[in-house]
C-alpha cells in the first residue's frame, strides 16, 4: 500500500536532477532542498490534497517563499474523475496563496514521475470589470435587503425578480396590459424584456405587445406576498 514516504524519492530525484541537494525532515519539513545562489525549496509531502496540506505550506511560506505541495497521482477511476473535476480550483487556490504544486505518479518510470502543475510566485488578482460592474449594478438594482446570507435551497430574490413582482402586481389588478402601461405604471424600464421571456412562467401574451397574469403567476404573488409592500412601486 502507498505511503506519504513512497513519494519521498521521486521528489528528490526529480529536485537533484536541477541540481539541488535535497534532505528529508528538516524541522519538521517533509523535503528540503537548497542550491546555491537560489532560494531554499520545501516540499510537503501527502497523498491527497487537501486543507491540511494547504495549511502546512502556509506555514512552511514563514521559512522560504518556494513551498511546493506534493500530491500522489490518483490512482483510480473515482479518484482521477473527482480530480479532473476540481484541478482548475486546486490550481487557483495554489496560485492565489503563493504555493507551487506537483503530483507524483509511481507508475511513470524513474526518474520522470514528478510533472510540476505551478509554481510558487507572488499572486496579484485581476479584478474582472464586467462582474464588478454586475456586483454593482445589481446591489443599487435590489430594493432593500429580502434575502439572508448563506442560505440554501431557497431563490434568491434579485433585482431581476423584483421588477418581474412589479409587472404581476400591476397585472393582477386588470385583466390584461399594453406593455407600455405596464412600464409605464410600474417605472420597470425592462419590463418588455422580462414579459417576452417569462422566466418564471408568470405573464401569458393574449395579443401584440399584450399580457396577462397567468395561473402560476397568481400563484407567485401569494408566494411573495411578504415582500411586495417593500417594492415600493406605483401600481394599483
Keep these: 500500500m502507498v505511503c ?8 528528490k530525484v526529480y529536485l537533484e536532477g536541477h541540481g539541488y541537494e535535497v534532505k528529508a525532515e528538516i524541522n519538521g519539513c517533509d523535503v528540503v532542498a537548497c542550491k546555491e545562489g537560489e ?5 510537503e509531502l501527502k497523498l491527497n490534497f487537501s486543507l491540511d496540506l494547504i495549511l502546512q505550506g ?9 513551498v511546493y505541495l506534493a500530491v500522489l497521482t490518483p490512482d483510480t477511476p473515482a479518484k482521477r474523475k473527482n480530480w479532473r473535476s476540481r484541478r482548475r480550483d486546486y490550481l487557483k487556490l495554489c496560485r492565489m496563496l503563493g504555493l507551487g504544486l506537483m503530483i507524483v505518479d509511481l507508475t511513470r518510470r524513474r526518474g520522470s514521475e514528478v510533472e510540476v502543475l505551478i509554481d510558487p510566485v507572488p499572486y496579484t488578482p485581476r479584478k474582472n470589470k ?6 454593482q449594478a445589481e446591489f443599487e438594482s435590489r430594493v432593500g435587503d429580502p434575502n439572508t446570507g448563506g442560505i440554501t435551497r431557497t431563490k434568491i430574490i434579485t433585482a431581476y425578480r423584483q421588477d418581474a413582482l412589479r409587472c404581476a402586481v400591476a397585472l393582477s389588478n386588470n385583466k390584461e396590459m399594453k406593455v407600455a402601461n405596464i412600464k409605464a405604471l410600474t ?4 419590463a418588455a424584456s422580462i414579459l417576452l421571456k417569462n422566466h418564471y412562467g408568470w405573464f401569458e401574451r393574449t395579443a401584440r405587445g399584450v399580457y396577462s397574469l397567468s395561473p402560476l ?4 404573488l401569494k408566494i411573495y406576498a411578504g415582500l411586495l409592500p417593500s417594492l415600493d412601486d406605483n401600481t394599483g
Design 4 to 11: 506519504e514516504a513512497d513519494l519521498y524519492a521521486p521528489v
Design 39 to 43: 532560494t531554499t525549496v520545501v516540499v
Design 58 to 66: 502556509i506555514d512552511r511560506q514563514s521559512l522560504t517563499d518556494d
Design 130 to 135: 464586467p462582474k464588478q460592474s454586475r456586483l
Design 187 to 190: 417605472g420597470v424600464p425592462k
Design 217 to 220: 403567476g397568481h400563484e407567485g
